[in-house]
């Protein structure tokens, strides 16, 4: 136990020596002083020695308590100083990090607006183009129902290079269209009253525009001219009476007073419609029915007295020549009361190369197929 006593004391030495030296070689010289007063005092010695090396003892012990605080203020201020540095390179490197987490998370929502931006880009394209696809789809869908429904009511799209007078036009590709179920004033070879008017008319309305053209039934008339119902737009339904009124041109003339209706069979589809067309312009006095009830040329509402008198310029008239006012057919076949007869445009053509007139003895109304007051004209 002694032993162990002892080595715990020089162990507490050796620590006290190396961490304070001074204090320790002071205390340890204080210590050696007192034993050695104490021994002398024991001895009954009277000996300066002892206290001397108890002065010396305390002396240096308290210098290295001295040296110690300075030290440990020393180590302390630098551990102080050290502490700070430390913290203000944490701050710094606090500061730093911030500074980095700040970047990168704005990096993150610039890249993420960035992306969204780019994807409502994409979505919006992608959009348009599924719309303009979709337009583009419903617009050939529609070119192609007007396709088949041109087809369905037989019309031919053409342009109008020139109008020869109000009821005949010329094409673009050179071919002639006699417009079918109406008959205008003459404004060529010869001039009947509102003829001009109705060429007129048919010009301001029809050169250089787009038609379309709807056969009846006959292909031509004996000139090579095509026979057509001419629509300025095109119908949904090609026997509505609202659309006939406002789309077909055919019909405009006869409503307006440019043309009398002039039915010849088998070209009948529309024949009604111009008659009830007429009746009301004739009605109201419109356009060449000003100039009286059976208007200024050949048409459905004439008797066959007072189409050949008023064809052959005369004014006479006579009981006979007074119109009806229900549309009728043309007139059965017949002579003008002349003693001259011809089975057809051939053999009169044979003894009059250039036709007759209407007045004139072989004249026949059924020679006259367009009512101009002319049979059988080259």
């Known amino acids: 136990m002694k032993k162990l006593l002892w080595v715990f004391l020089i162990i507490v030495f050796l620590s006290l020596l190396i961490n304070f030296p001074l204090f320790t070689i002071g205390l340890g010289l204080a210590s050696w002083g007192f034993y050695e007063w104490k021994i002398n005092k024991k001895l ?15 002396a240096v ?7 110690t605080d300075t030290t440990t203020t020393n180590v302390t201020k630098e551990s102080d100083v050290a502490s700070s540095v430390k913290s203000d390179e944490a701050k710094e490197k606090n500061a730093e990090k911030e500074k980095q987490e700040k970047a990168e998370k704005k990096k993150i929502e610039e890249e993420k607006k960035a992306k969204e931006k780019a994807e409502k880009l994409a979505a ?59 008959n205008t004033p003459e404004s060529t070879n010869r001039t009947e009253t509102f003829g001009k008017e109705a060429s007129n008319y048919t010009k301001s309305k ?3 525009q787009q038609i379309y053209l709807q056969k009846d039934v006959s292909e031509t008339d004996r000139y090579g001219r095509l026979l057509r119902v001419v629509w300025l737009d095109i119908p949904t339904n090609d026997m509505d009476e609202n659309e006939i009124r406002s789309k077909m041109f055919n019909a405009d003339l006869v409503i307006n007073g440019y043309a009398e209706p002039s039915t010849y069979p088998p070209d ?13 312009a004739r009605t109201n006095g419109t356009g060449l029915w000003a100039y009286g009830e059976n ?48 089975a057809n445009c051939t053999e009169l053509t044979k003894v009059y190369p250039n036709g007759v007139p209407a007045g004139h003895p072989a004249y026949q109304s059924k020679m006259d197929r367009d009512k101009d007051g002319f049979a059988c004209e080259r």
């Open 44 to 58: 009954k010695v009277s000996s300066k020695k002892p206290l001397t090396i108890l002065i010396v003892g305390v």
């Open 61 to 67: 012990a308290l210098i290295g308590v001295g040296t």
């Open 124 to 182: 919006e394209q992608k959009a348009q183009e599924e719309a303009e696809r979709a337009a583009a789809e419903a617009q050939a869908k529609a070119e192609q129902e007007k396709q088949n429904h041109i087809q369905s009511l037989g019309l031919i799209a053409a342009t109008v290079s020139r109008v020869v007078d109000g009821d005949t036009l010329e094409l673009s590709d050179g071919s002639k269209v006699r417009l079918i179920g109406v």
């Open 206 to 208: 029809l050169e250089g």
């Open 268 to 280: 009948v589809k529309y024949a009604e419609y111009f008659r009830q067309f007429a009746r009301e």
């Open 295 to 342: 208007g200024t040329t050949k048409g459905d509402f004439d008797s066959q007295g007072s189409t050949a008198s008023s064809s052959s310029g005369s004014s006479s008239s006579n009981g006979n020549s007074s119109s009806s006012n229900t549309p009728s057919a043309p007139s059965a076949p017949a002579t003008s009361g002349g003693t001259e007869h011809y």
